[in-house]
């Protein structure tokens, strides 16, 4: 029997990570190649919706999850001046019935980590770190990635994991156009003990108002709140570790509810980043090269789905690399698979954004309406329901 490919993974994320786990357990050969001197994740929450859950649990990481996870009872909405609420979906059990399988809250570094952990005892030596992937060259017989330092690897298959700026992508098909979106986002974390009792309520919050919206919910097994708000203005560096100032946070929210005064002021260290759009690629594989997560199909963050969609890509690739004897075969199989999936969910939260913004969100009784028009359960049904239900580990390939 002739031995099983070797992926070559450029990204030692959530995606790359994922991936090399399902191909390692399945007996392949991986090499993951990280830029990066250390592997810690930066970032604050994940949403992983029972869709990502699906694929988490197929690699046994359930045990290690539920350790650090939260598990929320539903997502509300509120309104960003007078903190009125209206219930959006529930979750907790409902989620385990109607899904199959939970919806939680996870810290990105704890996820990142248990990943982490669970590469490496199949395959201690599988990552390689300071290792900037600059180029490949490839043939019929293989793949040769080139770093920076003037490195050779050779595999069967590289896979570029390597986020929303992939220098694979950009290779590939060449740089991807990007449009600022009008929207910035200011992101933290809050000790939980330093927030008042009525905000530690075990719900996914989204604050909703004119030209801006704010999302929390609890991630460290309870023990930190994380914080997403985002505001229209004119701000455009595209960076998850650009700092600014609690003042200058207060101040895009001026006017918003004093629960919202209360988060912001309490953050650790307020980041902030642009929110730049792409419109979904018509291709993401050529030969035996393809792309994964960010890379693929980056997307903004108002369906909380960037990092579910690339948990379900690695599972479906590890799927498609089972069932295809060629490489070639196997690529194209995984990206027929997922390209159509995740351009509906790229505009899905385009349109999110919007939704999240209206000005009709500037009164009481105008956001009344718009609420219980935008957010009445068939609809939400109908915005949800298929991305929930879609199980990665069984949907057809």
Known sequence: MSPRPHILISGAGIGGLT?????????????????ASELAEIGAGLQISANGAHALFSLGLKPALEKVWCEPVGKEIRLWSTGETWKLFDLGAVSRQRYGAPYFMIHRGDLHRILLDAVTALAPDAITVNTRVTGFE???????????????????????????????????????????????????????????????????????????????YPVRAGALMNVGG????????????????????????????????????????????????????????VGRVSLLGDAAHPTLPMMAQGANMALEDAIVLARCLDKHAEVPAALQAYESAR??????????????????????????EGAARYVDTE?????????????????PVRVAI
């Open 19 to 35: 991936a090399a786990l399902a191909l390692l357990s399945r007996g392949y050969r991986v090499s993951v190649l990280e830029q």
């Open 138 to 216: 490839q043939d019929d017989a293989g793949v040769t990635v080139i770093a920076e330092d003037g490195a050779r690897f050779r595999g069967d298959a590289l896979i570029g994991a390597d986020g929303v700026h992939s220098r694979i992508r950009n290779s590939l098909f060449g740089q991807m156009p990007a449009h600022f979106t009008g929207l910035m986002i200011w992101r933290g974390l809050i000790p939980m003990e330093r927030l008042p009792e009525r905000l530690h309520r075990p719900v996914g919050t989204n604050w909703v108002g004119p030209g801006g919206h704010v999302v929390h």
């Open 230 to 285: 985002a505001i229209e203005r004119d701000w455009r560096v595209e960076s998850w570790t650009e700092r600014g100032t609690t003042e200058e946070a207060l101040n895009d929210f001026r006017g918003w509810n004093e629960d919202v005064h209360t988060l912001i002021r309490n953050i650790e260290v307020p980041y902030k980043w642009a929110l730049l759009g792409r419109e979904p690629l018509e291709r993401w594989t």
């Open 339 to 364: 390209i159509e999936r995740t351009a509906r969910l790229v505009r899905a939260a385009n349109d999110n954004a919007t939704r999240f913004h209206n000005p009709a969100l500037g009164n009481a």
């Open 375 to 391: 957010w009445q359960e068939e609809k939400v049904k109908q915005r949800y329901d298929w991305v929930f239900e879609y199980d």
